[in-house]
């Protein structure tokens, strides 16, 4: 599984690192259960700081979608299936309110911000079930 | 004697460049002579003309060193030796300087301003790939005959025993009979098929970085045709210096008579090594294709500008990046992260290794 990272985005590498382990998830192409790569590879392959890409893999710790155990390293710890934690749709629904308000202050009409909605799940879903065929 | 180095030394740097040549032809299309290119200059005439007297270059670098090297009439092992150092060290010299054509254009033309870039890595284990076993299995049977064969002669074997033949077959350096003076060259023969079997086992495991001036798979493909290539070929080199080994063993033992027959047996050693390694760079080329293949259609980020991270193209030095070894970006393999102190260590005790192991060979050649 490939992550991509751009050195010059606004956006800062821990947060993409973060945000495209999340999306790998939500493709189904990191399944609960898989290992990935410690720190130090992962570092290593990047060429940037073991700090940079310990402070994503913490971020991912603290949501629960990854858990840490000396182990097994880094392990991805919850996926589609499972029942979101109880604390996680408080947290959501207010980083979701900012982005509809974006949308909205922005002059999107209702109707398209729920077809942009439904298409992205849908393309979480069709990858899913792609991957899901692909590793069977 | 004269014909023998006649044709050795020119065969030899002939086979040496066509290595060299074919190594470059497996750069990925953003590097062309080592040089952080964009994909919208890749194809720009000052790179096809830098890479064309790129090409004059090291075919002039070869026959200087050849016609040098017919010129040396000295028989010994560092003399033979000499042409493949001296045609290195030439053609570095026209890399260097044919690089410097495509530098200056992308430093006047700002070729990266502005351009959008991305890296991409692994994030999950790549499935560990197992080296061929096969030939370090025929490489241990090759030995073992050969070793049969010499226990067997050992008790009708003279005292003492040739050591050493010159470039002509004759036997120039003698040593009193003993385990090691007739199983030595066996020995150090284990010694090489077991340390590059290790190496085959450490290159199929390293997790190689990806970087990714393509679309991930194609980044993905390129690691694991790398990987799979330099795997295959250190398996199949221990093979081929054990059958060298071996023969050039068994011509001195068997046919001492024959003069001929050590030298053919060291020459088809050297030809057998070049040519496992041009099968495998011409392999991994062709499993490499559609790696290389663009689609214009759908135009990805290019790889991130580390020129500067590139001395000469050839030696990475990165004090930020925690990689003390990283793929080369020029030819085949790995190198060592110079910025960092544990890459400076290792690279220090590997020539301090190679010297050794150099100072050995010229020694123990001539002080017997």
Request: charged letters at 15%.
């Given at each position: ?5 751009d ?43 073991s ?21 097994s ?21 207010g ?9 909205v ?32 | ?15 040496f ?33 830098a ?29 033979t ?8 060290a ?23 301003e ?58 120039d ?20 098929v077991?340390?590059l ?17 393509d679309?991930a798979?194609?980044?993905a ?34 046919l ?5 027959a050590?030298?053919a ?23 490499l ?12 980020p ?37 910025g ?29």
């Amino acid at each position: 599984m490939l992550i991509d990272i751009d050195p010059d985005s606004e956006s800062p590498l821990y947060q993409q690192l973060r945000d495209q382990v999340v999306r790998a998830i939500a493709e189904g192409s990191l399944k609960p259960g898989e290992a990935l790569a410690s720190v130090r590879q992962l570092a290593g392959q990047f060429g940037i700081n073991s700090a940079t890409v310990g402070k994503g893999y913490e971020l991912l710790r603290q949501e629960g979608l990854v858990r840490t155990s000396r182990r097994s390293g880094s392990v991805v710890a919850r996926g589609p299936a499972d029942e979101p934690t109880p604390g996680f749709s408080a947290g959501w629904t207010g980083r979701l309110r900012t982005l509809l308000a974006e949308a909205v202050a922005h002059g999107m009409p209702d109707q398209s911000i729920r077809d942009t909605t439904d298409s992205l799940l849908a393309d979480f879903a069709a990858s899913r079930t792609d991957s899901g065929r692909s590793a069977s | 004697m004269i014909a023998f180095v006649l044709v050795f030394a020119p065969v030899f740097t002939a086979l040496f460049g066509v290595l060299f040549a074919t190594i470059i032809a497996l750069r990925p299309p953003g590097l062309p002579l080592s040089v952080r290119v964009p994909q919208a200059h890749a194809n720009d005439a000052v790179v096809a003309s830098a890479i064309r007297r790129f090409r004059w270059g090291l075919v002039l670098a070869w026959l200087v060193t050849a016609a040098l090297a017919l010129a040396v009439t000295d028989q010994t092992s560092l003399a033979t030796l000499l042409p493949v150092l001296l045609y290195a060290a030439f053609s570095i010299l026209v890399l260097v300087l044919c690089r410097r054509m495509i530098l200056r254009a992308k430093r006047e033309g700002d070729w990266f301003e502005g351009l959008p870039v991305q890296v991409s890595a692994q994030i999950t284990s790549p499935a560990y790939h197992h080296p061929p076993i096969v030939w370090p299995a025929l490489a241990v049977m090759v030995l073992a005959a050969a070793t049969a064969v010499n226990v067997a002669l050992y008790p009708s074997l003279p005292d003492p025993v040739p050591t050493h033949f010159n470039a002509a077959g004759e036997a120039d350096g003698w040593a009193a009979k003993s385990v090691w003076s007739v199983f030595g060259v066996l020995m150090i023969g284990t010694a090489v098929v077991v340390l590059l079997a290790v190496l085959s086992i450490v290159a199929a495991r390293y997790a190689a970085r990806t970087q990714a001036d393509d679309n991930a798979e194609q980044a993905a493909l390129r690691t694991r045709v790398q990987r799979s290539m330099l795997t295959l070929l250190l398996s199949q080199l221990s093979f081929v210096i054990a059958l060298g080994i071996s023969a050039i063993e068994l011509a001195q033992r068997l046919l001492p008579g024959v003069k001929w027959a050590t030298a053919a047996s060291a020459i088809g050693l050297a030809i057998l090594v070049m040519v496992v390694i041009i099968a495998a760079v011409a392999r991994g080329r062709e499993q490499l294709r559609p790696a290389n293949v663009r689609d214009p259609r759908n135009p990805r980020p290019d790889a991130v500008d580390d020129d500067e991270h590139w001395k000469g193209g050839l030696f990475y030095v990165n004090s930020d990046d925690p990689a003390l070894v990283v793929p080369r970006r020029f030819g085949l393999g790995w190198t060592l992260n110079l910025g960092r102190p544990g890459g400076i260590v290792l690279t220090i005790l590997l020539l301090l290794l190679i010297a050794g192991v150099v100072t050995v060979v010229i020694l123990t050649a001539h002080l017997r």
